[in-house]
């Protein structure tokens, strides 16, 4: 009988301290203040959701994005902007693991329409 009380007590606290949050309710959602650059603001989206398959050796090594140069190429010629911004059930939709979250790619987008600045 004891056994069954702490076990039912235990179970009961469990239930009660489970909390549900998303990411989206959790991450920072300040907007940024002044333009987005490429080094303060969206490298390091890149660098998190893109490097590991666009890289020299990776899955997606036709397509570089460590650098500066190479994000811009992309943004510019290979529709890095739409592939982004496809939801997770459409086809071709970028990163392959899912889609990034979307205060990201609005930083992608706004740095896209603030003239792609480096720094």
């Known amino acids: 009988m004891k056994k069954t009380y702490i076990l039912l007590s235990f179970l009961v606290l469990a239930l009660a301290s489970c909390e549900s949050v998303t990411y989206e309710e959790i991450q920072d959602n300040t907007p940024i203040v002044g333009s987005v650059t490429y ?3 969206v490298k390091s989206i890149i660098q998190a959701n893109c490097v590991s398959c666009h890289s020299a050796g990776g899955t997606a090594s036709f397509r570089l994005l460590g650098t500066y140069s190479q994000v811009v190429d992309a943004v510019q010629n ?25 205060s990201n790619i609005d930083i992608i987008l706004q740095w896209n329409a603030d003239g792609l600045l480096e720094n």
């Open 39 to 41: 080094n303060a603001n």
């Open 78 to 102: 290979a529709g890095l902007l739409n592939r982004i911004q496809r939801q997770n059930s459409e086809d071709g939709v970028m990163p392959q693991g899912g889609r990034m979250s979307q």
